[in-house]
């Protein structure tokens, strides 16, 4: 039947489609509903990096918020690797085997004695072949073959010689190509060319799960830098909550107007918008941390980072990073097997760029039985009737245009592929070299905000102490209180920042798989994923990954704590310190009215113990 031409787009309704089962998900954790009832998650960095591997099926990477799928499985190098089998193919022994049987009747004229002079009669002949060929390819491209058949045919009506008659043949017959086709290198370079194939794409695998791992490590360091953040903003916070609570008893004194309390409020409110975005960028780094490992945003609670950061300088020698990424980087050792790979399709178009020369050469047995018209059956022996040939068959296109073309196209695809080499190389040294600068300028500046921490300490604890007696303004006091915030924001991110750059330069040798103690079962017993799917159980279930050597150190405290984070607002709560001696010129804090310094001292040493236990509760200490 003949269809008509296809005009149009035939679709089906998505809801015609086989459903896919959904996992069971909860809402997530937000800002305002942070406790989704799951139990929180304890991780080290070690950990992480296992369950990533666990979940590695497909194969994510980090991508701010969010992780995206490389498109790499661990299943395509076991698919990669079938292509050897197949090239090996061609040197598989052949059997074919053709057995039918057939009835032919043919009528036939003949003269009669009598009138009308002719008649017409047939003859039946049944007929059986049995005929089968075994041959095999060896590496040289020579083709042996063995070949055998059977004839049995019945001829009725009729006399003859031998009827039914058997004849039967063994022939055995060699092809040798002497140039197109001929030579181990040019019948072995389909199968070194699977071979390679297969090797890039292990390498390319590998190079994915290397991404995988500094993807979870730089996750898990952006989680602790946003906790660290996290808790630097709820000091803010409550420093601020503290200068706004001495604003309004000050007001009362009658020491500030409404406008300076004002100001305190704007303040406070902003440093609690800025509390909320840090809040939320914690619990978007926790589910961009989960993306990448595989779990569900929904299966855990808080997720709290139990590996501090390393803050030892680690120097490198340059050589040795450069040294180390030519030989382990997997984009460079793909790049390297790619004109392998073309080498041998070189020696591949070289050979087919020569003309068809064949040398054949056969040996055959024929043999005849059948039954005489007396009775008795008769036959030849096994080798009395044989036939040989011997020969040579030449063809070729007359200019070779095409084939010789082809060999230069390869030759010009090795040339450009050891230019991406060296670009592959170039490459690599700059991104070592970016690398090298991050890891001197992130751990430059960790010690600078240190410094930097401990001067925005001291200033606050001045500022807020010369604020307590009225001898400052009120912003003097929230540049401060930014500072220090600043500050200890800083300090955690160039320290994250630092920690997850080491795993970069590791990931731009090409040996960061190598220094957390991981290894593919290809690399340690030459297997090739999948083993095998017996009940839907496959790799990587079959053959889930072992722990990985621990790296990291554990603690059993979060990992922000490193940071030493001490709240200054406990020191604010006190007694202000005794004054020295203060000149009268200070003595404005409020415009038109002046204190003596006794009265200045014993009013603000006075203490709201009341206000300051209210405001303990509402923002109580993480």
Not at 272 to 297: D, F, T
Not at 324 to 329: C, D, I, S, T, V
Not at 399 to 406: D, E, K, N, P, V
Request: charged share 20%; aromatic share 8%.
């Amino acid at each position: 039947m003949t269809l008509p031409e296809q005009r149009q787009i035939a679709y089906r309704s998505p809801a015609s489609l086989p459903a896919t089962p959904l996992p069971t998900y909860s809402p997530p954790r937000t800002v305002t509903n942070p406790d989704n009832g799951q139990e929180d998650l304890h991780l080290s960095l070690d950990e992480a990096i296992h369950i990533a591997l666990a979940n590695a099926e497909v194969i994510r990477v980090l991508g701010g918020f969010t992780a995206t799928s490389t498109g790499s499985t661990i299943y395509d190098p076991g698919i990669a690797n079938t292509s050897i089998d197949q090239a090996r193919g061609q040197f598989d022994p052949t059997l074919s085997v053709n057995n039918t049987f057939s009835q032919n009747e043919q009528p036939n004229g003949f003269f009669t004695p009598g009138p009308p002079g002719a008649g017409i009669a047939g003859t039946q002949t049944e007929t059986c072949n049995l005929d089968a060929t075994l041959s095999d390819k060896n590496a040289l491209g020579g083709t042996a073959a063995y070949r055998l058949g059977v004839t049995n045919s019945d001829i009725e009506p009729g006399l003859f010689p031998l009827n039914p008659q058997v004849r039967t043949f063994n022939e055995l017959s060699y092809v040798q190509p002497l140039l197109q086709g001929g030579g181990i290198d040019a019948n072995i370079a389909p199968i070194l060319i699977a071979s390679i194939e297969t090797e890039q794409s292990f390498f390319r695998f590998k190079g994915s799960v290397q991404q995988l791992v500094r993807s979870t490590i730089e996750g898990y360091w952006a989680l602790v830098f946003a906790r660290t953040d996290l808790w630097a903003r709820q000091q803010q916070v409550e420093q601020l909550m503290e200068a706004y609570r001495r604003a309004e008893a000050s007001q009362k004194r009658g020491l500030l107007d409404a406008a300076d309390v004002a100001q305190t409020s704007v303040a406070l409110a902003s440093f609690k918008a800025n509390l909320i975005s840090a809040k939320a960028n914690v619990l978007q780094r926790e589910g961009a941390l989960l993306n990448v490992l595989g779990i569900s945003p929904t299966d855990v609670g808080e997720v709290i980072p139990t590996t501090p950061p390393h803050k030892g300088r680690i120097d490198f020698e340059w050589f040795q990073l450069v040294s180390l990424a030519e030989q382990y980087r997997p984009d460079i050792v793909e790049l390297k097997l790619i004109i392998e790979a073309d080498s041998q399709r070189v020696i591949s178009a070289e050979n087919f760029a020569q003309p068809q020369l064949d040398a054949v050469a056969s040996y055959r047995w024929d043999g005849l039985n059948g039954k005489t018209p007396s009775g008795p059956r008769i036959g030849t022996g096994g080798d009395e009737y044989t036939n040989w040939t011997l020969g040579v068959n030449f063809s070729v296109p007359l200019g070779l245009r095409q084939s010789r073309a082809a060999v230069r196209q390869q030759e010009l695809l090795v040339l450009r592929d050891r230019a991406n080499l060296e670009q592959g190389l170039h490459s690599a040294a700059h991104r070592l070299a970016l690398s090298t600068r991050n890891l001197d300028q992130y751990y430059e500046q960790y010690e600078a905000y240190i410094e930097t921490r401990t001067a925005a300490e001291i200033n606050l604890d001045a500022q807020y102490q010369i604020y307590r007696r009225g001898l400052a303004i009120f912003l003097n006091v929230l540049q401060a209180i930014t500072d220090w915030g600043n500050a200890v924001s800083s300090e955690a991110q160039a320290l994250a920042q630092y920690n997850t750059e080491l795993a970069t330069m590791e990931a731009e040798t090409g040996t960061i798989l190598e220094s957390h103690g991981i290894r593919f079962v290809e690399e340690r017993f030459a297997f090739v994923g999948p083993l095998g799917c017996f009940h839907e159980k496959c790799y990587p279930f079959a053959i889930s990954p072992t722990e990985n050597e621990p790296r990291y150190p554990v603690s059993d405290k979060p990992a922000e704590d490193a940071f030493d984070l001490k709240s200054p607002i406990e020191d604010h709560k006190k007694p202000a310190r005794p004054l020295p001696p203060i000149e009268d010129e200070y003595l404005n804090p409020t415009p038109g009215k002046s204190l003596t310094p006794d009265e200045l001292r014993e009013l603000l040493n006075e203490e709201n113990s009341d206000k300051e236990s209210s405001i303990r509760n509402l923002f109580p200490s993480p």
